[in-house]
């Protein structure tokens, strides 16, 4: 029986090539389209979920009070994780995780500036999930010790065996480290950037540790990751440490540790959760997200009504073939699975095409959306399942309305193609749904397109053509500086070097000024860059009142600030220059 549905079906796509070829061509792009936004969507959804036990670890955020509002921080002191976990039993496991660096390193006769060195408590190992090649979980126990990903072992290495060799870092005044274990790398979804792990404690060497560990500021404190019991109550938990982080916090001038307050974030909501101070992690963004989701749902309706509508005009054409069928004797649940096999066909043939294209244009795609998307990422489980149930919904609801249909309709009326499929206002009613969500898709994209066009053209204040930056080694000796800046000006077609402590859209400090304001000092936190003379010249910021800093003004140094117009009206200067 299913043999003959087979050849009916293939018959009528034979006969009627350009009808098939428009199901065929438009399902194809839309499942395309679909396959793109799943796997964009459940990459983004699966941070950190390959954790072990990922249901029961968070990060230990902070709130304090600044310039009138708290503001919250990816960072604690680095006392309140052995406080926490001494006097909490909720705690299982605890580790303090540094941000990833870049570091030059040295071996043998080569040299590596390398990004991906994280410092962390030995206990790391029992919070985050790691899979040891060599080595096992106490691989930090010793201060003096590394642990390596397998591809950077291999940049470094080569083919050597690198267990117990001994890397130096230059960085650190060629401070020696040995090889203790190899970890496989990270996968794409963690929100840290990890490429080999050192001890913490070795920070110590450097001075890096601020004096008093249970200080409130930046400067020292770092991320802290808790594992939690299984059915621990993270409110309560809270509850109950606030009060005794309060009480072992250093109190100064101003006073922070009165509101001071910590709260937990879960690891895996890290990635998409809003921004906030010192969260120095990998990041998306979950409108993006929501916003992708929307349109599959929209490419999804599109793909479907298209099709639907097409077998109305396709169906009406048949309706003679039908009602003859019918007079032969044929039921309506055979007529119906006739169209849900021609259906299945199209769908199938469909799904097959949008992985070959989905292959062949992936390296675009991805360059485009997320350079650490892999198209074998569309072979997990998840991916898999998601588009295993995108797929049969399109079948379902492309073949119910016209297998229904028809199947309902009496021999005597497809005869005489008297209330066939084509002439209800069904088909006008979803033909006006695909118009109205193809329009709402093309103002969207002209908007976007607007958007675009703005950030590309628009004047940001500063020069950003002929302009390039170069990263100064960690820790680079500041009185090298003047020297590099020096030999890069008599470069041939170089106009202008100058330094500065950031990038002009790469971050900046936050520390506490005195602010003159009606008459009055005002404490307030500022957000701060440092450079030198020469960096409005060569980025071309213009001076809008007052003077750019003087290098034969020795006062400048320490004595002379210039701040934007956001700070002038935030602090409701009329006349800036001298204030």
């Given at each position: 029986?299913?043999?003959?549905?087979?050849?009916?079906?293939?018959?009528?796509?034979?006969?009627?090539?350009?009808?098939?070829?428009?199901?065929?061509?438009?399902?194809?792009l839309?499942?395309?389209?679909?396959l793109?936004?799943?796997?964009y969507?459940?990459?983004?959804?699966?941070?950190?979920?390959?954790?072990?036990?990922?249901?029961?670890?968070?990060?230990?955020?902070?709130?304090?009070?600044?310039?009138?509002s708290?503001?919250?921080?990816?960072?604690?002191?680095?006392?309140?994780?052995?406080?926490?976990?001494?006097?909490?039993p909720?705690?299982?496991?605890?580790?303090?995780?540094?941000?990833?660096?870049?570091?030059?390193?040295?071996?043998?006769?080569?040299?590596?500036?390398?990004?991906?060195?994280?410092?962390?408590?030995?206990?790391?190992?029992?919070?985050?999930?790691?899979?040891?090649?060599?080595g096992?979980?106490?691989?930090?126990?010793?201060?003096?010790?590394?642990?390596?990903?397998?591809?950077?072992?291999?940049?470094?290495?080569?083919?050597?065996?690198?267990?117990?060799?001994?890397?130096?870092?230059?960085?650190?005044?060629?401070?020696?480290?040995?090889?203790s274990?190899?970890?496989?790398d990270?996968?794409?979804?963690?929100?840290?950037?990890?490429?080999?792990?050192?001890?913490?404690?070795?920070?110590?060497?450097?001075?890096?540790?601020?004096?008093?560990?249970?200080?409130?500021?930046?400067?020292?404190?770092?991320?802290?990751?808790?594992?939690?019991?299984?059915g621990?109550?993270?409110?309560?938990?809270?509850?109950?440490?606030?009060?005794?982080?309060?009480?072992?916090?250093?109190?100064?001038?101003?006073?922070?540790?009165?509101?001071?307050?910590?709260?937990?974030?879960?690891?895996k909501?890290?990635?998409?959760?809003?921004?906030?101070?010192?969260?120095?992690?990998?990041k998306?963004?979950?409108?993006?997200?929501?916003?992708?989701?929307?349109?599959?749902?929209?490419?999804?309706?599109?793909?479907?009504?298209?099709?639907?509508?097409?077998?109305?005009?396709?169906?009406?054409?048949?309706?003679?073939?039908?009602?003859?069928?019918?007079?032969?004797?044929?039921?309506?649940?055979?007529?119906?699975?006739?169209?849900?096999?021609?259906?299945?066909?199209?769908?199938?043939?469909?799904?097959?095409?949008?992985?070959?294209?989905?292959?062949?244009?992936?390296?675009?795609?991805?360059q485009?959306?997320?350079?650490?998307?892999?198209?074998?990422?569309?072979?997990?489980?998840?991916?898999?399942?998601?588009?295993?149930?995108?797929?049969v919904?399109l079948?379902?609801?492309?073949?119910?309305?016209?297998?229904?249909?028809?199947?309902?309709?009496?021999?005597?009326n497809?005869?005489?193609?008297?209330?066939?499929?084509?002439?209800?206002?069904?088909?006008?009613?979803?033909?006006?749904?695909?118009?109205?969500?193809?329009?709402?898709?093309?103002?969207?994209?002209?908007?976007?397109?607007?958007?675009?066009?703005?950030?590309?053209?628009?004047?940001?204040?500063?020069?950003?053509?002929?302009?390039?930056?170069?990263?100064?080694?960690?820790?680079?000796?500041?009185?090298?500086?003047?020297?590099?800046?020096?030999e890069?000006?008599?470069?041939?077609?170089?106009?202008?070097?100058?330094?500065?402590?950031?990038?002009?859209?790469?971050?900046?400090?936050?520390?506490?000024?005195?602010?003159?304001?009606d008459?009055?000092?005002?404490?307030?936190?500022?957000?701060?860059?440092?450079?030198?003379?020469d960096?409005?010249?060569?980025?071309?910021?213009e001076?809008?009142?007052?003077?750019?800093?003087?290098?034969?003004n020795?006062?400048?140094?320490?004595?002379?600030?210039?701040?934007?117009?956001?700070?002038?009206?935030?602090?409701?200067?009329?006349?800036?220059?001298?204030?």
């Amino acid at each position: 029986m299913l043999q003959n549905y087979l050849k009916t079906a293939f018959r009528h796509i034979l006969k009627s090539k350009v009808n098939f070829l428009f199901k065929l061509g438009g399902l194809t792009l839309a499942l395309s389209g679909l396959l793109v936004i799943v796997l964009y969507v459940s990459y983004h959804l699966s941070f950190d979920k390959y954790h072990e036990d990922y249901e029961n670890i968070y990060r230990v955020n902070a709130r304090w009070m600044e310039n009138g509002s708290l503001a919250s921080y990816a960072i604690v002191p680095t006392a309140v994780g052995p406080a926490l976990k001494e006097a909490f039993p909720e705690i299982r496991s605890f580790a303090r995780v540094g941000y990833s660096t870049y570091y030059l390193i040295k071996y043998k006769e080569r040299s590596f500036r390398i990004h991906g060195f994280v410092n962390a408590d030995s206990t790391v190992f029992d919070v985050l999930t790691f899979d040891f090649i060599r080595g096992d979980r106490h691989a930090l126990d010793n201060p003096r010790s590394i642990v390596l990903t397998k591809s950077l072992a291999l940049q470094i290495f080569g083919d050597e065996d690198p267990m117990n060799k001994t890397i130096s870092f230059t960085d650190r005044s060629d401070q020696a480290y040995q090889v203790s274990a190899i970890i496989a790398d990270p996968p794409a979804h963690s929100h840290l950037e990890v490429r080999a792990l050192l001890s913490l404690h070795a920070l110590t060497d450097g001075g890096d540790l601020p004096v008093d560990p249970w200080e409130i500021g930046i400067d020292g404190s770092g991320p802290l990751y808790v594992r939690l019991h299984e059915g621990a109550d993270v409110q309560r938990f809270i509850s109950k440490a606030i009060p005794l982080l309060r009480k072992k916090l250093k109190s100064g001038a101003d006073r922070l540790e009165r509101n001071y307050e910590i709260y937990l974030q879960p690891i895996k909501d890290i990635h998409l959760d809003p921004w906030i101070y010192t969260d120095f992690t990998k990041k998306g963004n979950i409108t993006y997200v929501y916003v992708f989701s929307l349109l599959g749902v929209f490419l999804l309706l599109i793909a479907a009504i298209n099709y639907v509508n097409l077998s109305i005009a396709d169906f009406h054409q048949r309706s003679k073939e039908i009602g003859v069928r019918k007079v032969m004797g044929a039921r309506k649940r055979q007529v119906a699975f006739q169209v849900i096999v021609e259906t299945w066909i199209i769908c199938i043939a469909a799904s097959i095409l949008s992985f070959a294209i989905l292959y062949l244009f992936f390296p675009d795609v991805g360059q485009a959306l997320e350079s650490d998307l892999r198209f074998s990422m569309l072979f997990q489980p998840v991916v898999l399942s998601t588009v295993g149930l995108v797929i049969v919904f399109l079948m379902v609801i492309s073949a119910f309305y016209p297998a229904w249909h028809l199947a309902a309709n009496k021999p005597v009326n497809d005869m005489k193609a008297i209330g066939a499929v084509g002439r209800n206002s069904t088909g006008n009613v979803l033909l006006m749904i695909q118009f109205s969500i193809s329009v709402i898709c093309i103002c969207s994209t002209f908007v976007v397109g607007k958007q675009i066009h703005f950030f590309q053209t628009k004047d940001p204040g500063y020069n950003r053509e002929n302009t390039i930056v170069l990263y100064m080694p960690d820790r680079y000796p500041p009185e090298k500086i003047p020297v590099i800046k020096d030999e890069l000006s008599r470069v041939p077609g170089v106009d202008a070097v100058s330094y500065s402590t950031f990038r002009i859209v790469g971050g900046y400090y936050r520390d506490w000024y005195r602010v003159e304001i009606d008459g009055q000092m005002k404490r307030m936190l500022l957000n701060e860059v440092f450079f030198d003379h020469d960096f409005f010249r060569t980025m071309g910021i213009e001076v809008l009142d007052g003077r750019s800093f003087d290098p034969n003004n020795a006062g400048d140094a320490h004595a002379a600030f210039i701040v934007n117009e956001a700070a002038v009206r935030e602090f409701g200067w009329k006349d800036p220059v001298g204030k």
